[in-house]
Nanobody
Framework: QVQLIESGGGLVQAGGSLRLSCAASGRTFSANAMGWFRQPPGKEREFVAAVSRGGGSTNYADSVKGRFAISRDNTQNTVYLQMNSLKPEDTAVYYC?????????????????WGQGTQVTVSS
């Protein structure tokens, strides 16, 4: 069992930056690929970024490429999402997720554990 707790959300102006953190419990964190998803108001949840268990492989949604960066620290059982050049359309609840696999995936159904989410609001 893995428990995930996100933090770092908040209100920021367009063009600003935020860093989200996701703290994971459980001894198997380093064996899990991790991902970030988001759910904009009135829309379905969508993939944002993922990182492999060792951190050497990442992938991103086209909408965030070049602006967001996912990373992880397996010694701290934490995964991060650095978000730069934020836009109003990045406004969403952001969720951290873990999958019982070493490899990244952009498919929501491939993830086994989910956090409660953290709100990110970008004002214009």
């Amino acid at each position: 069992q893995v428990q995930l707790i996100e933090s770092g959300g908040g209100l920021v102006q367009a063009g600003g930056s935020l860093r989200l953190s996701c703290a994971a419990s459980g001894r198997t964190f380093s064996a899990n690929a991790m991902g970030w998803f988001r759910q904009p108001p009135g829309k379905e949840r969508e993939f944002v970024a993922a990182v492999s268990r060792g951190g050497g492989s990442t992938n991103y949604a086209d909408s965030v490429k070049g602006r967001f960066a996912i990373s992880r620290d397996n010694t701290q059982n934490t995964v991060y999402l650095q978000m730069n050049s934020l836009k109003p359309e990045d406004t969403a609840v952001y969720y951290c997720a873990a999958r019982k696999s070493w490899y990244t995936s952009g498919a929501e159904g491939d993830y086994d554990y989910w956090g409660q989410g953290t709100q990110v609001t970008v004002s214009s």
